[in-house]
């Protein structure tokens, strides 16, 4: 089955980390670039970071220096470190690759909040 299944959002503190992951299935996850995305309550989902299939990354603005996008191709995973949480990156975080499929997870919900 063709998928993009991800996990690891939750509830954290100003200030704190989580680690996102999206697993990929079906697909040949190794030649394909994949991003992460996010959908705040009440806005557009916007960019935040993507990485190339040879390893290249880039990020929006408001998360460089804090969030750091990584993939592991044997284990068909992109993953997005985030650090120094601010209550703003309170989103639904969607992972997004495939190429022309383009494909989409369901989403995690990470709210960050004292």
């Known amino acids: 089955q063709v998928q993009l299944v991800e996990s690891g959002g939750g509830l954290v503190q100003p200030g704190g980390s989580l680690r996102l992951s999206c697993v990929a299935s079906g697909i040949m996850f190794r030649i394909y670039a994949m991003g992460w995305y996010r959908q705040a309550p009440g806005k557009q989902r916007e960019f935040v970071a993507y990485?190339?299939?040879?390893?290249?990354?880039n990020y929006t603005d408001s998360v460089k220096g804090r969030f750091t996008i990584s993939r592991d191709n044997a284990k068909n995973t992109v993953y997005l470190q985030m650090n120094s949480l601010k209550p703003e990156d309170t989103a639904v975080y969607y992972c997004?690759?495939?190429?022309?499929?383009?494909?989409w997870g369901k989403g995690t919900l990470v709210t960050v909040s004292s």
């Open positions: 997004n690759g495939g190429g022309a499929m383009n494909l």
């Open positions: 990485i190339t299939s040879a390893g290249s990354t």
